[in-house]
């Protein structure tokens, strides 16, 4: 029962806070330039956004829960047990970030929940 | 759409360079905080009394930091990588991170991985191959 809780928040919070953070970055636009400079200068335009710390502190969350799973259960149990946000990741980019997500890669999100569900019942 | 980006060469071997970093980080990192919290104690047992004490002890450990450090590198090339390409690519293209963490689970932890999970992670890097063929980016650009 406590793994299902600790899955919920690496799950929820994780995927969350990565669609806060994508749609920041979307919002800065694409990185060119790779020197250390504009890499600084591209930072502190990413932390006057507010989407982005929404998105550090969901992640924050997942972070810990990820930790507390990591005392109970082995990492190559618990890791790709985590590719569950693959089914919520690909809803919420389509329905928040407006992605077109075409039938292919619904199938891959599909094989990849497959593969999870098998890595789950690895532990029995 | 943008057909610039679509047909700029340059795009792809970018995208490849940083979900490489993305394979490499990831996995390591988490090995390392697994490592770190095993010396923890289970999290089953943890009072919510002596919560404070178990922080202190994983903030105190090396195996945490160097596991957060990895998982820094990683989340500066998905940021990065996330600026060019969408979301719903990059997330299931990075999975081959869950193949290389079994590996290193099984070879550096001395975790038992059974013939089912084995399965499993193949099944995973399937999805991740059949998303691979997509293309990276669907919107247009900002």
């Not at chain 1, 969350?16 to 335009?45: N, T, Y």
């Not at chain 1, 497959?114 to 532990?123: A, D």
């Not at chain 2, 399965?119 to 998303?131: D, E, K, M, T, Y």
């Amino acid at each position: 029962m406590l793994e299902l809780i600790f899955l919920f928040f690496i799950i929820g919070a994780g995927t969350g806070g990565e669609l806060c953070i994508s749609h920041a970055m979307k919002a800065l636009g694409e990185v060119h330039d790779f020197r250390p400079a504009a890499l600084l200068q591209f930072a502190w335009r990413a932390a006057r956004v507010g989407w982005m710390w929404v998105g550090i502190g969901l992640m924050t969350l997942a972070f810990f829960s990820l930790l507390a799973m990591l005392s109970m259960e082995n990492v190559s149990f618990v890791v790709p047990v985590t590719a569950l946000s693959y089914a919520a990741g690909a809803v919420g980019a389509a329905v928040f970030l407006r992605e077109k997500i075409s039938p292919q890669r619904w199938l891959g999100v599909l094989v990849v929940c497959l593969g999870v569900t098998l890595v789950w019942l690895s532990r029995r | 759409m943008s057909n610039s980006i679509k047909s700029r060469p340059g795009v792809h071997l970018k995208t490849f360079i940083f979900l490489l970093f993305i394979a490499f980080f990831a996995p390591v990192g988490n090995v390392m905080l697994s490592k770190g919290m095993k010396g923890i104690g289970s999290a089953r047992t943890w009072e919510p009394a002596g919560f404070l004490h178990i922080l202190v002890r994983i903030l105190t450990s090396a195996y945490i930091w160097m596991g957060i450090a990895c998982l820094l590198a990683f989340f500066v090339a998905y940021m990065l990588v996330l600026t060019w390409a969408d979301y719903s690519y990059v997330q299931p293209a990075s999975a081959f991170s869950y193949a290389v963490v079994a590996f290193l689970g099984f070879f550096l932890l001395n975790e038992t991985v059974n013939l089912v999970r084995w399965s499993g992670i193949a099944v995973i890097c399937l999805g991740v191959v059949i998303v691979g063929h997509t293309h990276p980016r669907t919107t247009e650009k900002s």
